[in-house]
């Protein structure tokens, strides 16, 4: 399978975000602003620069300031349909009912929390799964302490490394899937607690080991630390993407 299949995107844009309030008391949290952009922003741009055509988006709570803000996908180089919960299906059940919108229902797709934003190479991502062969393949992000840790010889500290990057691997929120899984996933829940397992033991969860920026925006601090880089890398997105000054948040 060609990497250039790969052409079709779910989004998980259903969360309401309780630990990023002030910011989502008004709005979902896929369009809490990151320097001046909403998050879903950041991911419509990004996957449209790696090939994507298609993207359906999930959404719950105030689902309506994403489709207010993201229309038919036309100014982002995509199209967009969207799925509504009428009650909270959990990341599982929600991403099987959007899978139903995909354009091609036999073909692979990418699927994205709500909650990320990330600059790795999704083509590299897509062909590293078509020769692993298994049926998802989840990006792997490395760890980094949220804490300062000491630097210690015997009992004497030597100073501390803030936020060390640890030698361990966390689940990025971002996946590749065979359109066979959506029959695997459950109806209501998270698939991280069924189906993953399963197919862990079914030797078909393959991880994927992404370099170049990734971020998961889940707390205020999240917020700022990531406007932050983003302004520093030059990433910024253009102005007609922007719902508020880019130099405030």
Do not use: C
């Not at 599982?92 to 699927?111: C, E, M, N, T, W």
């Not at 406007?227 to 948040?249: A, C, D, M, W, Y």
Request: glycine share 10%; aromatic share 10%.
């Amino acid at each position: 399978m060609p990497t250039s299949q790969v052409t079709q995107a779910l989004i998980l844009a259903g969360g309401q975000a309780t630990r990023m309030r002030p910011y989502t008391d008004d709005a979902p949290k896929a369009m809490v602003p990151v320097a001046g952009a909403p998050i879903v922003g950041y991911q419509l741009a990004w996957l449209a620069r790696h090939g994507v055509k298609s993207v359906i988006i999930s959404g719950g709570y105030k689902h309506e300031m994403i489709t207010d803000y993201a229309g038919d996908g036309s100014r982002f180089g995509v199209e967009i349909k969207y799925t509504i919960e009428d009650e909270p299906l959990g990341r599982g059940g929600g991403l099987k009912y959007a899978a139903h919108r995909l354009r091609d229902s036999q073909a692979p797709f990418f699927v994205l929390n709500g909650d990320v934003i990330t600059t790795f190479s999704l083509r590299d991502f897509a062909q590293y799964h078509n020769e692993q062969g298994g049926a998802v393949t989840v990006a792997l992000s490395p760890y980094r302490s949220n804490w300062g840790v000491a630097e210690l010889e015997g009992n004497h500290i030597q100073g501390f490394a803030q936020s060390p990057q640890l030698p361990y691997w966390i689940n990025a929120g971002i996946y590749v899937f065979n359109p066979d899984v959506v029959a695997l996933l459950p109806d209501k829940g998270d698939h991280e607690d069924s189906t993953f397992p399963q197919l862990a033991v079914d030797g078909r969860l393959i991880g994927y080991r992404l370099s170049g920026y990734w971020r998961g925006v889940d707390t205020v601090k999240d917020v700022l630390e990531a406007s932050k880089e983003i302004r520093t890398s030059g990433s910024v997105l253009p102005r007609e993407f922007h719902t508020t000054n880019p130099n405030l948040i």
